[in-house]
């Protein structure tokens, strides 16, 4: 047990209060899918999170400073022993209410409203598109950012600024696709097509400040580049794994989850393995 506050347990990780500017994210080997948790944890999956996450912070540093804004990790060494590897030491933040997703390819919920009606919300599309095609230029679909259990929700721009004003939702869409488009490059140049991905923005008094998790196999699409070929749904090194065994299992999505087996265990733990030693070029340990 961490001798610390606990402030919130969120679906993968707690959050602990370390003072009063700071917070500790421990992230476990829970996983979820479709809104619910499920039974079965993911062993080394916490410690992918983070230390990928970690590495993404420093990558895009120069992003961040370029907007005059920041990240909020403050140390993964400076932790209780009893979660090094798999906790941050962050700064804490007033986080705004808006998820920020970047989509540079069309895939998932994107392919599902875009056959309906040829656009991404308020965000029209070229005809023409299918399953994995990659989009003429990256775009700013942001979300909801919904309570264990309930759901994310697409929604408009507009919407944006009502929460958060024009000028901040502005901020918030350039900065979000500047990082995407930084971090698809280096994620090209490793092999793997970096489809999707979500980011999460709090303040420091006026400041952005990138926060949660970033750019990890819970919150992005990662495809084989080598593979990648659109018209159908591309082998992945995330959690797309899981969800698709959940759909061929019967799941209705309504009742509690099912147990997963051990093989789709043990290939979604390599795949996020694949994904941390891929994107850094570093054995995970």
Do not use: N
């Not at 961490?2 to 996983?31: C, Q």
């Not at 084989?224 to 159908?232: C, E, L, N």
Request: net charge negative.
């Amino acid at each position: 047990m961490i001798d610390l506050p606990l402030v919130a347990r969120g679906k993968v990780r707690e959050i602990y209060d370390a003072g009063s500017d700071r917070l500790l994210l421990v992230a476990s080997d829970r996983i979820s899918a479709y809104d619910h948790v499920l039974p079965t944890p993911i062993p080394d999956k916490g410690r992918v999170l983070t230390q990928l996450s970690v590495w993404w912070f420093q990558q895009l540093t120069p992003v961040l400073s370029s907007f005059g804004a920041t990240h909020h990790l403050i140390s993964a060494s400076d932790v209780p022993s009893e979660v090094a590897g798999r906790a941050m030491l962050v700064r804490r933040l007033e986080m705004l209410p808006v998820e920020c997703v970047a989509r540079g390819y069309l895939s998932g919920s994107g392919t599902v409203e875009y056959s309906r009606t040829g656009s991404i919300r308020d965000v029209p599309l070229p005809a023409g598109l299918v399953e994995g095609s990659r989009l003429p230029a990256p775009v700013f679909t942001p979300s909801t950012k919904a309570e264990v259990g309930e759901h994310d929700e697409a929604i408009d721009f507009s919407a944006v600024v009502s929460a958060v004003g024009a000028a901040r939702a502005e901020e918030l869409r350039e900065l979000t696709l500047a990082l995407y488009s930084r971090a698809a490059e280096i994620a090209l140049d490793a092999g793997i097509v970096l489809a999707d991905t979500k980011f999460e923005f709090g303040l420091a008094g006026e400041g952005l400040v990138l926060g949660d998790e970033v750019l990890t196999p819970d919150s992005s699409r990662f495809w084989p580049a080598a593979t990648w070929s659109p018209g159908s749904v591309q082998p992945s090194f995330d959690k797309q794994y899981v969800r698709d065994w959940l759909t061929s299992s019967g799941w209705d999505r309504v009742s509690p989850p099912p147990e997963l087996p051990d093989d789709v265990v043990a290939a979604t733990r390599e795949r996020y393995i694949t994904a941390y030693e891929k994107l850094t070029g570093q054995k995970f340990a």
